[in-house]
């Protein structure tokens, strides 16, 4: 199965080969692939890739849609609608409550939506030039590399900075290896600020047309911040820097999408930690049975209502909207009460 899927991943999608064969040995495997063949050849295919996500302070499950893809000669026939349905249900059978995924294309946000996905994961581009950047001289600044402390004492702080942030896709120890073998294949480097023996800051960075690019960055202050950048543009000799951050009250760029699976599971765990939220509405999901309930919320407990045709009905992807806190203030009046939030995913394989 796996030569077969590699086979058609090649056919459908421009990757230069270092980087496939990183995805089929570190990521792929049969048990997350789900498939449909047709004479014996694989015409349409996806991984499932699970991925702890940050959620009303607890963690969730999640699955990351990867990889989709379908042979030229049979699009449009509804095969990639079969996989994603398949998908549904083994995240069901699964109890993973909510998935995730990053549209290869601008036109497949339309077309995932009709699945019941929304976007909700956005990122800012600030750039920075380095006669502006203030470095310290309080830090140390190393390549990843060279480092004599362990991968589990950088992937701890990795993982505390991470874990901070709300709705946010984590990264486990395993995938954080997988990102700094992807940042190798781009020739990227992993840069350490440290101060009295501890780590203050991680830098994430690459180049690309004479431009320093900043997929992630961790500091604990702007000093930490600007000596990590002042330190990677020197070392490359880059004047120009684009780092991708979480979006603060402005518009961000849209990058990822979602949709719930399990409805009552994550409106239990959301009325747990917001026992003040008073309200009661109908969802309709086109493509998951199970979460076309009358529900209500009070005093912190979820139950599911009788039938109640003063309820307001609200689709699939305007409750996944409302519980990621995405732009509530966009939202029907009812789901306005929802906390506002700012998604975020970042060093996905995308």
């Known amino acids: 199965m796996k030569e077969e899927v590699k086979k058609l991943w090649n056919l459908c999608f421009g990757d230069d080969e270092a980087f496939t064969e990183l995805y089929f040995s570190k990521r792929y495997n049969d048990e997350v692939n789900l498939a449909i063949e047709e004479n014996g050849n694989v015409i349409s295919a996806l991984q499932l890739l699970p991925y702890p996500m940050t959620f009303c302070g607890e963690i969730i499950s999640t699955g990351y849609i990867s990889g989709a893809c379908t042979h030229p000669d049979h699009r449009e026939k509804g095969a990639m609608k079969r996989l994603l349905l398949k998908s549904f249900t ?13 549209p290869a294309e601008d036109w497949l946000f339309s077309y995932y939506s009709k699945m019941g996905y929304t976007p909700i994961f956005e990122y800012s581009n ?44 984590q990264h486990s120890y395993d995938d954080f290896l997988i990102i700094m073998d992807d940042l190798k294949l781009g020739n990227g480097e992993l840069l350490i600020a440290k101060s009295k023996g501890e780590i203050k800051g991680l830098l994430f960075c690459y180049v690309k047309e004479n ?68 309200v009661s509405f109908n969802i309709s999901d086109e493509s998951i049975e199970k979460n076309n309930v009358f529900y209500s919320i009070k005093s912190g407990k979820l139950e599911i209502a009788e039938i109640n045709k003063d309820f307001k009905s ?25 906390e506002r939030q700012k998604p975020y995913m970042s060093l996905m394989l995308n």
């Open 211 to 278: 431009t320093l690019h900043v997929p992630e960055l961790f500091f604990e202050d702007n000093s930490v911040r600007d000596t990590l950048l002042y330190t990677a543009a020197k070392q490359f000799q880059i004047k120009d820097i684009s780092c991708i951050m979480p979006t603060n009250d402005e518009m961000g760029n849209i990058l990822g999408m979602a949709r719930i699976i399990d409805a009552e599971k994550l409106l239990k765990i959301y009325a747990i930690h917001h026992p003040e939220l008073e």
């Open 314 to 338: 609200f689709s699939i992807q305007e409750l996944t909207q409302a519980l990621m806190g995405y732009k509530t203030e966009l939202l029907p009046k009812e789901l306005q009460i929802f």
């Open 90 to 102: 083994r995240m069901q059978d699964n109890e993973v409550p909510l998935t995730t995924l990053i």
């Open 126 to 169: 600030k750039t920075f030039r380095v006669e502006e950047l203030k470095p310290s001289s309080e830090f140390t600044v190393s390549k990843y590399i060279s480092q004599s402390f362990s991968e589990k004492e950088v992937y701890s702080f990795f993982d505390e900075k991470m874990k901070k942030r709300p709705c946010c896709i």
